[in-house]
């Protein structure tokens, strides 16, 4: 099992274009997530999604939206990119929403906005 | 909303001694979970330990073992014999019960010293 990947690894964008990060997960886990990270803090929640076609809103959703057609893949799309979107961003799956779960995390995406 | 805080910024502990990093936490729940991840350089986010609470006995793995206060809302990690490899950031986090919001402290950056 890979487990969860993401692509890219690290991306530099220019304010105002748009992109989408990738996430897959082959755990056949119902549950995703995706989180930012910025420099020296904690993560915080952006979306999740309970199963294909459902997502929901987190901590911290604005500037993103995602999707989630299959229960392989989760990706967040950046629409109008701002130098506040600068962040690691790391997607995360689960077997249940239950509480106790551990979340399995993919080794994130490092992106600059300028 | 739930909080977790982690007032240790930096730690640095000699190899083989014992290290105890501090979490309190805030939550209206009346089941939860607590948890701490492991960030070394490499980013990916590793759970060393978990913490239902309910369960008043204390969770253990190997080296790594917690102190949890639950009328004191206070969740420590104890490192038992660190090695130059528990080098790294570690977060704790809350989960409550749907499993839906998992929040973050902001990390404690952890030193071990040969």
């Known amino acids: 099992n890979a487990g969860v990947t993401q692509t890219p690894k690290f991306r530099i964008l220019k304010i105002g274009q748009s992109m989408t990060l990738q996430c897959t997960q082959d755990?056949?886990?119902?549950?995703m997530y995706w989180y930012r990270q910025d420099p020296g803090m904690g993560l915080k929640l952006i979306y999740y999604s309970v199963g294909a076609g459902i997502t929901d809103k987190g901590e911290v959703p604005n500037g993103y939206n995602v999707s989630r057609s299959t229960t392989e893949d989760f990706p967040l799309r950046l629409e109008l990119a701002a130098p506040s979107q600068t962040s690691v961003y790391f997607c995360a799956s689960s077997y249940s929403s239950r509480g106790g779960y551990e979340q399995f995390f993919g080794p994130g995406t490092r992106l600059t906005v300028l | 909303a739930q909080t977790v805080t982690q007032s240790q910024p930096e730690m640095s502990v000699q190899e083989a001694e014992t290290v105890t990093l501090s979490c309190t936490y805030d939550t209206s729940e009346s089941n939860y979970y607590l948890f701490w991840y492991k960030q070394p350089p490499s980013r990916q986010m590793i759970l060393v330990i978990r913490?239902?609470?309910?369960?008043?006995q204390n969770a253990t793995e190997n080296r790594f073992s917690v102190n949890f206060q639950k009328a004191a809302k206070s969740f420590s990690l104890k490192i038992s014999d660190s090695q130059l490899g528990d080098t790294a950031m570690y977060f704790c986090a809350l989960s409550n019960n749907a499993g839906n919001m998992l929040t973050f402290g902001g990390g404690t950056r952890l030193m071990v010293k040969p």
């Open positions: 913490q239902e609470a309910y369960k008043q």
């Open positions: 755990m056949n886990h119902n549950y």
